[in-house]
């Protein structure tokens, strides 16, 4: 999953900045607030008293949290997409689906495979029907 850089993906807010700086600080708006709104992560800055300079720090900051966030999801994909999903034991004559539960005698799945097709599909709707549960 790439993050986008396109402009309309970020909201950029600015503020006053507060803080040291007396009437300076109390009439500009030179704190910078940016969020990228897919990922709804936000950085800012109100270091300089100058509005570009911050509004530049305040994306660095964004672009290191955003590359962060990537390299932490494809590591999570990689660890799905290394599941174990069926297990062959030849010499206890059974097999394991993992994602379904299904166990049976390997020479009967040998003769009929649409037992463990069922029971893939049966595992499928309960979990989309848990999941609409959830959401509703």
Known sequence: MLFSARRKD???DTFKSGGKGGQH???TDSGVRITH???GLSSESRSSRSQ???RKLAFRKLVKKLTSH???QNCRDKIISNEIIRTYHLVDDRVKDHKSGFRQSYT???QDIGLM???R???IKDNISSLKSLKG
């Open 52 to 54: 570009n300079d911050n």
């Open 121 to 123: 599909r049966k595992s």
């Open 25 to 27: 600080q109390n009439k």
């Open 117 to 119: 097709i069922e029971a």
């Open 10 to 12: 970020f909201r950029i």
């Open 70 to 72: 990537v390299i932490q």
């Open 37 to 39: 709104i897919d990922t």
């Open 108 to 110: 009967a799945v040998e």
